[in-house]
């Protein structure tokens, strides 16, 4: 069965920082592209990043690029986001999600996903 | 960036059948997934590709794609389908995934 158990959220002031990670199981880990999606209170789905396969990959949403960082620990089935800069608006439940069908790149749907870890960013 | 637009809400009795939109620009052109997120649950993934659906995922769902449109259809609606249903695609020029506002589906 295929699990992923997101930690690393809480409560964080403006302009700090935060590190998340996503613990992976029941699935070859190194050969799908995986990503964070984030959903602020009472809001829609806002992907974050995605990371291929292999790490080589990343990519951003405009709305973080620059502040936040995705990568990955292959070898220990594992997915990070560091996040840098934080705001107001990042204040949201950041769900990690693995693709749909193993690739390098992935065709980003999202077939598992973790319950999410909620991050506040308040002073 | 590419925009997809979805109707905030959408309402159907028992037994009927639910069509939920998804607009984008020449949104036939790229290939549209679908999910449900029932209240404090993570989201599900109902149909990928357009119409296909994952395994586990019943009939009554299915998906359409043409022009500007992508459309999720739920034939004979249950009370267990009410839910917040999203739209999403990959937007290979911006490398970016997009995801649509979001539906709520009331079921009367």
């Known amino acids: ?123 | 960036s590419y925009v997809l637009t979805q109707p905030p809400s959408v309402s159907v009795a028992p037994g009927q059948t639910a069509r939920i939109t998804c607009g984008g620009n020449t949104i036939g052109s790229k290939s549209v997934c679908w999910y449900l997120q029932r209240p404090g649950q993570a989201p599900v993934l109902v149909v990928y590709d357009d119409s296909d659906r994952p395994s586990g995922i019943p009939e009554r769902f299915s998906g359409s794609n043409s022009g500007n449109t992508a459309t999720l259809t739920i034939s004979r609606v249950e009370a267990g389908d009410e839910a917040d249903y999203y739209c999403q695609v990959w937007d290979s020029s911006s490398d970016h995934t997009v995801f649509g506002g979001g539906t709520k589906l009331t079921v009367l």
Not at chain 1, 49 to 66: E, H, L, N, P, W
Not at chain 1, 69 to 79: A, C, E, G, P
Not at chain 1, 94 to 105: H, Q, S, V
């Open chain 1, 1 to 123: 069965e295929v699990q992923l158990l997101e930690s690393g959220g809480g409560l964080v002031h403006p302009g700090g920082s935060l590190r998340l990670s996503c613990a992976a199981s029941g699935f070859t880990f190194s050969s799908y592209a995986v990503s964070w999606v984030r959903q602020a209170p009472g809001k829609g789905l806002e992907w974050v990043s995605g990371i291929s396969a292999s790490g080589d990959g990343t990519y951003y949403a405009d709305s973080v690029k620059g502040r936040f960082t995705i990568s990955r620990d292959n070898s220990k089935n594992m997915l990070f986001l560091q996040m840098n800069s934080l705001r107001a608006v990042d204040t949201a439940v950041y769900y990690c999600a693995k693709d749909l069908a193993a690739g390098e790149e992935g065709n980003y749907y999202f077939d598992s996903w973790g319950q999410g870890t909620l991050v506040t960013v308040s002073s």
